[in-house]
């Protein structure tokens, strides 16, 4: 197999794992596995935002507070991804945030990105069902477990895509790349109001962003001080 590198290419043995089949090993911060699906139509069903991010980064609580945002402007449901259990579901609806009939949940039985990207079924049947309970819906946000940098939707599954990390897994997540940071259509850096408590630089943090991204947006937020992720919610709504 070849594994890349920005500048030259080096010949490495083949990664299998036994089971008739290997993947290649790339060092491009950019490559991610290859998406199966065509991105669905659009038209006459709900727009779909996946969000993802790795463990604890904030992606559940943007959820919360992207339902308490646009859930009196808009015809809203959510569905969730846990690998055993239905915990971020549980949360939001105890949490209040929407009708409780309102939030499906996914247990992927496996790491996250399998059921966001490599097969999408279960989340597509849980799409559906909502649509079916509640015509009309203009949007469905997914959120994914946690995952690591490579984890991103199916465009099959998703229209557009959020990726959230946040400042206590330490500045240097920006720099480090992965398809989640460089090609999500909106990256979140989270939990800034705790930045110094962890020694994260924010300057540093949000450059290395910016430069990983090319013009693809960035947003920092503290769900602490903003609780209604006002600059995401205004993000959302220019997609709808």
Not at 86 to 93: G, I, K, P, S
Not at 94 to 122: F, K, M, N, S, Y
Request: hydrophobic residues 40%; proline residues 6%.
């Amino acid at each position: 197999m070849l594994g890349t590198t920005r500048k030259r290419c080096v010949s490495l043995p083949a990664e299998g794992h036994g089971h008739g089949h290997f993947h290649p090993v790339s060092f491009d911060p950019t490559a991610s596995e290859p998406d199966h699906y065509d991105a669905a139509p659009t038209a006459g069903r709900a727009y779909r935002i996946g969000i993802g991010g790795p463990v604890g980064s904030g992606k559940t609580a943007l959820t919360a507070a992207l339902c308490r945002a646009l859930g009196d402007e808009i015809n809203l449901a959510v569905v969730t991804n846990d690998i055993y259990t239905t915990e971020d579901a549980d949360f939001l609806r105890r949490a209040g945030v929407l009708d409780p009939a309102r939030i499906e949940a996914v247990q992927t039985g496996a790491c996250p990105h399998t059921a966001i990207r490599d097969d999408i079924t279960a989340n597509l049947d849980a799409v559906e069902r909502l649509e079916e309970k509640f015509p009309g819906l203009d949007l469905v946000i997914i959120e994914s477990g946690g995952d690591n940098l490579t984890a991103v939707f199916s465009r099959g599954l998703a229209d557009s895509q959020i990726f959230v990390v946040d400042v206590a897994g330490g500045d240097k997540v920006p720099r480090k790349g992965g398809p989640g940071v460089t090609t999500a259509d909106l990256l979140v850096i989270n939990k800034t109001d705790i930045a110094h408590l962890v020694g994260a630089d924010m300057d540093v943090m949000t450059s290395d962003a910016h430069r990983m991204r090319g013009t693809l947006p960035v947003i920092t937020q503290s769900l602490v001080d903003t609780p209604d992720a006002p600059a995401v919610a205004g993000w959302v709504r220019s997609l709808l």
